[in-house]
C-alpha cells in the first residue's frame, strides 16, 4: 500500500517539476533550465547522501551493464521533453501523453523482459486497459 501513495506523491511530483521547469525557461533557456534542474537535483541528492546513507560511490563500478548508468544522462533529456511538452501542449495534455507513453513502453519492456525486469505474459485486460487511458486522451484534447 505504502508503494501506491509513494506512486502518486511521484505523479503529482513530476507534474509540478514540470510546470516549474516550463515557468524557468521563460526567463532563461530550456539547457539552462535543463541544467539547473539537474544541478539541483545533485545537491538534494548529495545531503540526502550525507545524512543518511554514506555507502561508497565506488560500487557504481560494479554496476553490469554498464549501461544501466546512463539514467542521469536519460534524465536530462526526461527535462528537456517535458519542459518542451509542457510549453507547447500545457500541462494537462502533456502530462496524460507522457504517463500513456510510460505505461506503453513500461509494458513492452515486461513483456519482452528487458533491461534485467522478468518477462511477463501479455494480458489483454491490460492492453484494453491502455486503450482505455488513450481513449480518455483523445476525449480530454477532442474540441
Do not use: H
Not at 6 to 29: D, E, P, R
Not at 89 to 108: E, F, T
Amino acid at each position: 500500500m505504502i508503494g501506491f501513495f509513494i506512486a502518486l506523491i511521484s505523479g503529482a511530483l513530476m507534474s509540478i517539476q514540470g510546470v516549474f521547469n516550463t515557468q524557468v525557461t521563460k526567463s532563461s533557456s530550456i539547457w539552462v533550465a535543463s541544467a539547473f534542474v539537474q544541478f539541483t537535483a545533485l545537491l538534494v541528492c548529495l545531503a540526502a547522501w550525507l545524512v543518511s546513507d554514506r555507502s561508497s560511490f565506488a560500487a557504481l563500478l560494479k554496476v553490469e551493464p554498464k549501461y544501466m548508468l546512463l539514467g542521469g544522462a536519460i534524465g536530462a533529456f526526461i527535462t528537456y521533453t517535458v519542459i518542451k511538452g509542457m510549453d507547447m501542449l500545457g500541462p494537462a495534455r502533456a502530462v496524460m501523453l507522457i504517463v500513456i507513453a510510460q505505461l506503453i513502453v513500461a509494458y513492452v519492456i515486461e513483456l519482452l523482459g528487458l533491461f534485467g525486469t522478468e518477462k511477463q505474459p501479455l494480458e489483454w485486460r491490460k492492453v484494453i486497459g491502455m486503450g482505455i487511458a488513450i481513449a480518455g486522451v483523445v476525449i480530454f484534447k477532442w474540441k
